[in-house]
């Protein structure tokens, strides 16, 4: 039992740090511009093809493709930003729907590229194993925690210590008053949302070589992220993360005592009960005149 | 001018020469059926062609070349029962074979049978499609249920009780479950985990497998799913006898992982290509000189679907009557690629179903049922 459990830990982890991907661009984008990205989960799925591509076809380095799919992927987030979400700006309802349509045109324009089967991505990282006591594991599911671990370290730094780290606190904080001092909120716009979709893509290729590449393979973790985000506290990025490790190592944990079929219900649950205790989430903090 | 009157003419005598009769055919060209519906279509094509090579159909003295008329029904019933429909209203087709999916296939009987037109199915497997009381419709290929009943034999002789599950979330996987428990009995069924369509991490399942120290593990699923359970279950050090379905006893699904993963699986399995009983034998060479690839359960299938339409025309001496083509495939008799082929009261033909296993060298061996037993590179 002890084994299993720990096996299970390990296992939610892993897509627990998924998720936390997932959730960190979510949550920068929601807290700079007040708006929830629904296709942050296809741009999810774009990185993993993105990668793929450059996989195959251009260099063959697994590292490289992970770099240059978050390069892609944070252009395509400049493009969407300036595109989509700047000319709806204070519209909340349209950028919202705008953000459904996304899923539509992006999800169907990588099955008129790539078609609509699965593509294996095979990289040495998932062939090498690790033993940990009688449990193995593949490589790439521990580097999956260790990259997301490190990710999440930048990030802290980054937003604490940097000039536009500060820039981006600043605006979430108070976009007027941020004005007033002198940012460029709309330059801190763009960047929040090449972060974000940086991010987004990041997942997406990691988690390509373990499963496979497919249309819907950002579905789950966009949803995953979002109860992540709402157990966290909206708008908390140590919420964030905190709130996808939880989602992520419940659900794993939770199978081992219930049907598997019921793992998607006891997440959902879990936020549901914290919610009902903290309507704030985890690390949210409750602002007058906020329901 | 002149040319195009002499092209006429011509085309005109060689019309006259020869007659032709259009076969109906229901499959997957494009849509998630797509793949398997190649390898339909491939066992269709190379029957066409053996048949007009050979002259065509001899029926009532007349010869009669066959012409496929085939409809795209992508998985899609709406678009199976709407085929059908033109099939036998506007083509008038005097018979109908393929599809590749049961709840497709579903929606085109009934049309069969309204219009009295016989539909033989070469790919489906659900049970229930033959359990209607459809006159007009036949099944070529083993259902689930005969499927599950040569594996449960099988399994029944090896000791690996208790059997666990990882299934589909869905009615074939739970069907087949179901259908397994109930002929190895619910004492040596282990652990029975249900995943949904689109479910890529198995970790669970692994963990829970383990915990139940299942001797074996049967996969309801396909090839997309089973590779990677199968990957997982292997990188997390899993010894357990991993049991498999039609779709996991190809090249193609080898190529999906490696043969250290595979070794020792074993799966039930419709038509091993390799096996060396003359008929089969000689299906895989013409099969691989037209198509460059190793043959296929589903064209094997379908091959034998089309040959077995041809038979009941030579038989009833009718290229039209739909009618008197089904009672010449009530009581046809065919020695066909796939085995002998006869179908009973319910319209459901009884060909063999093997249990091959994966080698360590990535080929196969037939464990079951006895009579084909052969080592590796049969399977």
């Not at chain 1, 419940?250 to 009902?276: C, G, N, Q």
């Not at chain 2, 008799?333 to 796939?338: A, F, S, T, W, Y």
């Given at each position: 039992m002890a084994q299993a459990l720990l096996e299970q830990v390990i296992n939610g982890l892993m897509t627990g740090s998924v998720y936390v991907l997932v959730a960190l661009g979510m949550v920068l984008i929601y807290g700079v511009m007040h708006v929830l990205n629904f296709a942050h989960g296809v741009l999810f799925?774009?990185?993993?093809?993105?990668?793929?591509?450059?996989?195959?076809?251009?260099?063959?380095?697994?590292?490289?493709?992970?770099?240059?799919?978050?390069?892609?992927?944070?252009?395509?987030?400049?493009?969407?930003?300036?595109?989509?979400?700047?000319?709806?700006?204070?519209?909340?309802?349209?950028?919202?729907?705008?953000?459904?349509?996304?899923?539509?045109?992006?999800?169907?324009l990588v099955v008129a590229l790539w078609g609509p089967n699965a593509l294996q991505l095979r990289v040495a990282s998932t062939e090498t194993l690790v033993a940990l006591g009688e449990l193995r594991f593949p490589a790439h599911h521990l580097m999956i925690i260790g990259i997301t671990a490190v990710c999440v370290a930048l990030m802290f730094g980054f937003l604490k210590w940097s000039k536009l780290g500060t820039a981006i606190r600043a605006t979430s904080q108070d976009r007027n008053a941020a004005m007033v001092v002198g940012i460029p909120v709309e330059k801190v716009d763009m960047a929040t949302f090449c972060l974000g979709t940086a991010l987004a893509a990041l997942g997406g290729a990691l988690v390509g070589p373990l499963f496979l590449v497919f249309p819907q393979m950002g579905d789950a973790p966009m949803v995953k992220g979002l109860a992540?985000?709402?157990?966290?506290?909206?708008?908390?990025?140590?919420?964030?993360?905190?709130?996808?490790?939880?989602?992520?190592?419940?659900?794993?944990?939770?199978?081992?005592?219930?049907?598997?079929?019921?793992?998607?219900?006891?997440?959902?649950?879990?936020?549901?009960?914290?919610?009902?205790?903290r309507p704030q989430g985890l690390f949210g903090v409750r602002v007058r005149g906020e329901a | 001018?002149?040319?195009?009157?002499?092209?006429?003419?011509?085309?005109?005598?060689?019309?006259?020469?020869?007659?032709?009769?259009?076969?109906?055919?229901?499959?997957?060209?494009?849509?998630?059926?797509?793949?398997?519906?190649?390898?339909?279509?491939?066992g269709f094509n190379l029957a066409a062609e053996e048949i007009n090579g050979a002259g065509g159909i001899?029926?009532?003295?007349?010869?009669?070349?066959?012409?496929?008329?085939?409809?795209?029904?992508?998985?899609?019933?709406?678009?199976?029962?709407?085929?059908?429909?033109?099939?036998?209203?506007?083509?008038?087709?005097?018979?109908?074979?393929?599809?590749?999916?049961?709840?497709?296939?579903?929606?085109?009987?009934?049309?069969?049978?309204?219009?009295?037109?016989?539909?033989i199915l070469t790919v489906p497997t659900g049970p229930n499609l033959t359990e209607q009381g459809n006159r007009f419709l036949f099944r070529?290929?083993?259902?689930?249920?005969?499927?599950?009943?040569?594996?449960?034999?099988?399994?029944?002789?090896?000791?690996?009780?208790?059997?666990?599950?990882?299934?589909?979330?869905?009615?074939?996987?739970?069907?087949?479950?179901?259908?397994?428990?109930?002929?190895?009995?619910?004492?040596?069924?282990?652990?029975?985990g249900y995943f949904n369509v689109g479910d890529v991490d198995f970790s669970s399942h692994v963990s829970n497998i383990r915990a139940a120290n299942a001797r074996a593990v049967m996969l309801f699923m396909d090839e997309e799913p089973g590779s990677l359970a199968i990957k997982q279950i292997r990188d997390a050090g899993l010894k357990t006898q991993l049991i498999g379905t039609l779709a996991m006893g190809s090249d193609r699904f080898l190529k999906r992982l490696d043969a250290a993963r595979l070794e020792g699986m074993v799966q039930y399995n419709a038509f091993p290509p390799n096996a060396n009983t003359p008929r089969i034998r000689a299906f895989s060479e013409r099969y691989k000189k037209k198509f460059g690839e190793e043959a296929h359960g589903f064209a094997a299938q379908s091959y034998d679907g089309l040959m077995l339409a041809a038979a009941a025309m030579r038989k009833?001496?009718?290229?039209?009557?739909?009618?008197?083509?089904?009672?010449?495939?009530?009581?046809?008799?065919?020695?066909?690629?796939?085995?002998?082929?006869?179908?009973d009261a319910k319209g459901q033909a009884h060909p063999p179903v093997y249990v091959t296993q994966w080698c360590a060298n990535g080929t196969r061996r037939i464990l079951y049922p006895e009579a084909f037993k052969a080592d590796c590179g049969a399977g």
């Open positions: 799925m774009l990185g993993g093809y993105v990668c793929h591509f450059f996989f195959t076809r251009v260099t063959g380095s697994y590292v490289l493709s992970l770099l240059l799919s978050m390069v892609v992927l944070a252009l395509v987030g400049l493009a969407v930003e300036r595109g989509v979400f700047r000319p709806l700006q204070g519209n909340l309802r349209n950028q919202v729907i705008a953000s459904l349509g996304l899923i539509l045109a992006i999800e169907n992540g985000i709402l157990l966290g506290g909206m708008g908390s990025v140590p919420g964030a993360v905190v709130g996808g490790l939880i989602i992520g190592v419940t659900e794993s944990v939770s199978t081992l005592f219930l049907p598997t079929d019921y793992r998607d219900s006891v997440a959902f649950a879990v936020m549901v009960l914290i919610l009902l205790g | 001018m002149r040319f195009t009157i002499l092209l006429a003419a011509c085309l005109a005598a060689t019309a006259a020469a020869q007659d032709k009769v259009a076969v109906g055919v229901v499959t997957s060209l494009t849509g998630p059926m797509a793949p398997p519906g190649k390898f339909q279509m491939n001899d029926v009532g003295g007349r010869k009669y070349l066959v012409e496929l008329k085939v409809y795209d029904t992508r998985a899609n019933p709406a678009e199976g029962a709407s085929a059908m429909q033109r099939l036998t209203t506007v083509d008038k087709v005097p018979v109908v074979l393929g599809e590749l999916h049961s709840g497709v296939a579903a929606a085109e009987a009934p049309v069969a049978q309204d219009y009295g037109v016989p539909l070529v290929n083993a259902s689930n249920d005969q499927l599950n009943l040569a594996l449960a034999d099988f399994v029944a002789g090896q000791g690996w009780a208790p059997l666990s599950f990882i299934a589909w979330n869905n009615d074939a996987g739970r069907g087949g479950v179901n259908g397994m428990k109930k002929l190895i009995g619910e004492a040596k069924t282990g652990y029975v009833a001496g009718t290229v039209t009557d739909g009618k008197a083509l089904r009672e010449a495939l009530a009581s046809l008799e065919h020695d066909g690629v796939i085995g002998r082929i006869k179908f």
